[in-house]
């Protein structure tokens, strides 16, 4: 490994050599990494003051900022990108304040002691990917309904009925049962059959009015005649869309019990 | 400064000085960081993979993990506390692997450049204090009104009426009129005095059901007894809560943002 220009590191550096590297890497923009004691002001919004301990202060390119304590996955102090960075040195500490203009918001994090100093050129241009499996689909309905739309309420999902299983069995704001069948990819004529078996087996035993939907990212060519001809419904579902409700859900779960815990 | 054993730091390791650092690391439950080319690939609630780049690799001594790109304030990937943790190094790369029991969760971060490790022992015992300004507290009944009571829809904030201005005014789930004074700290009795005024000059006009509610952390020692004689209400609200609402609020805008302008 060369690339001696990628990364500089100043490990326990006096406060002016820490001030600048830490002056030079906002100036160039690149990835500064600060590892100290601080204490932290925040004035936007609402207004915070974190009281004097040992962090990890991260500031990317796009002057994004994060002040991360030594536990817990959530920062404790936040900036989304477009913080402009001012960096001063007094005697015994480094202040770099960060200041937004939209909303006003404003943070001072004065290190008292600086124990590393990293300044890193990163270059990513890497994909994510986010994959969610058919039943992963159908979890993300009932976690959140909307998706398919608006006042649906679902019984329960994998109902056997005589020819196999539902995806997603409920009822419409209007009180209409609705039987949703899920794909995760492209959904052919087979979907479309398969569904309506379903409808049928439901229908001889339930005197109610029913709808069919088919949810998947798009249909075949030629099966939406199909559809309408049996009566059946489209509405588009995106796996990847699934996979952040999901991802959503669990971050949301995480959050309470930590708010319960605290 | 001195502190020696506070952090250790490689700069362009190789991957076995890399390898032992980051074991000893995780051992002992320093605070990891590592910055290197890798890949990430996820299976847990969806699945993703995140394609090789240049990224920041956080781990913290409770076991929470945090994989950074080079812009955005958002982890690409994340872990809660409570991960176990496996290294292996093979000739020309470093995998860490965070296995989740509950829910299963397993993240690899798979390492083909190694730019820099560090391992800290992070001492933090700062408290964190949030704040709100009666302003910003009148702001959060407006987004959450529930905050006030399920139901409840706001009309506006900082009418003005014959005495002077009315913090939040708005209907309740019954139609009723609803008119909040907030205060920052514990009520007393001037508080309830100011909002009987509000009620009785708005009275005077207004031939509708009236509701006067005081919203404040607290009240003020004999303060119930008057408020009941006059026929006005009391709601505990809490100014560190209506800061976190506004600071909630200030995400989800930018979550949508980033989401309309992907």
Chains 1, 2 share one sequence.
């Not at 002056?23 to 500064?32: F, G, P, S, V």
């Not at 005697?91 to 994090?109: D, G, L, S, T, Y």
């Not at 009932?142 to 679902?154: A, S, T």
């Not at 019984?155 to 056997?160: D, G, L």
Request: overall charge neutral; charged content about 30%.
């Amino acid at each position: 490994m060369q690339q001696t220009n990628k990364i500089a590191v100043l490990r326990m550096p006096t406060f002016a050599d820490a001030f600048i590297l830490m002056e030079k890497a906002l100036a160039q923009r690149k990835t500064l990494i600060v590892a100290g004691k601080c204490r932290v002001d925040y004035v936007g919004r609402a207004s915070s003051k974190l009281e004097l301990g040992e962090r990890i202060l991260i500031i990317k390119a796009d002057g994004s900022l994060l002040v991360h304590r030594p536990v817990g996955y959530e920062p404790v102090n936040w900036q989304p990108a477009g913080s402009v960075f001012h960096v001063t040195a007094a005697e015994n500490e480094v202040e770099i304040r960060a200041v937004r203009q939209k909303p006003r918001e404003n943070v001072k994090i004065i290190f008292a002691e600086v124990f590393m100093v990293s300044a890193l050129s990163l270059d990513d241009a890497g994909e994510f990917l986010l994959h969610a499996s058919e039943e992963d689909m159908h979890k993300a309905i009932l976690i959140k309904p909307e998706l398919f739309e608006e006042g649906f309420e679902p019984i329960s999902y994998e109902k056997k009925v005589e020819p196999g299983f539902i995806d997603v069995y409920g009822v419409d704001k209007n009180g209409k049962l609705v039987v949703i069948e899920v794909k995760r990819k492209t959904a052919g004529k087979e979907a479309v059959l398969q569904l309506s078996r379903y409808i049928d087996a439901i229908k001889e035993k339930a005197n109610r009015e029913l709808r069919g939907v088919l949810m998947a990212p798009s249909l075949g060519k030629d099966v939406q005649r199909l559809l309408v001809t049996m009566g059946l419904e489209f509405k588009a579902l995106d796996p990847k869309q699934c996979a952040e409700v999901l991802k959503k859900a669990e971050n949301m779960r995480l959050e309470h019990f930590f708010q319960e815990s605290q």
